[in-house]
């Protein structure tokens, strides 16, 4: 897509830090880190968000995000991982193009990357049926 920097990046059009890529996604060190090693996982393809990734494109840019989890885990020492994604714009999504905020995670290293949310005081039967009667 024009004017997408992820799509851009993806060309090798943008010089970028690029730490592993197939034909399906590449790893990006983002410019300006949020914390130790976090990186950016971007389907190679052009997709806004989750709502519009075809499940066989998913299925393998999982693999890939997968796959780079297990590397940063054994290579890097990362005890464990958090993978982080927003999709749209009431969800905070900051550039249109499908990506997830791999985060290494260590002992002790003191991060919170779990959202703070208001408590909601949910009424245990209603609530289940209301959403199961909506999605299902
Ligand atoms: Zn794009």
Redesign the pocket.
């Known amino acids: 897509?024009k004017n997408?920097?992820?799509?851009?990046i993806?060309r090798h059009n943008i010089p970028s830090f690029i730490i592993d890529e197939n034909e399906y996604a590449i790893a990006i060190l983002p410019k300006d880190m949020e914390c130790f090693w976090h990186t950016l996982i971007?389907p190679k393809?052009?997709?806004?968000n989750i709502f519009d990734i075809d499940d066989e494109y998913l299925q393998n840019f999982i693999l890939f995000m997968k796959s780079l989890s297990i590397k940063y885990k054994h290579g890097l020492w990362a005890t464990w991982i958090n993978l982080l994604n927003a999709n749209g714009k009431d969800a905070q999504q900051s550039?249109?193009?499908l990506h997830f905020h791999l985060i290494p995670r260590f002992p002790n290293d003191a991060m919170d990357v779990w959202p703070k949310f208001e408590k909601y005081n949910w009424d245990h039967k209603t609530d289940l049926n209301k959403i199961k009667n909506l999605i299902i």
């Open positions: 897509m997408c920097i992820f799509c851009e993806n971007i393809k052009h997709f806004e550039i249109p193009h």
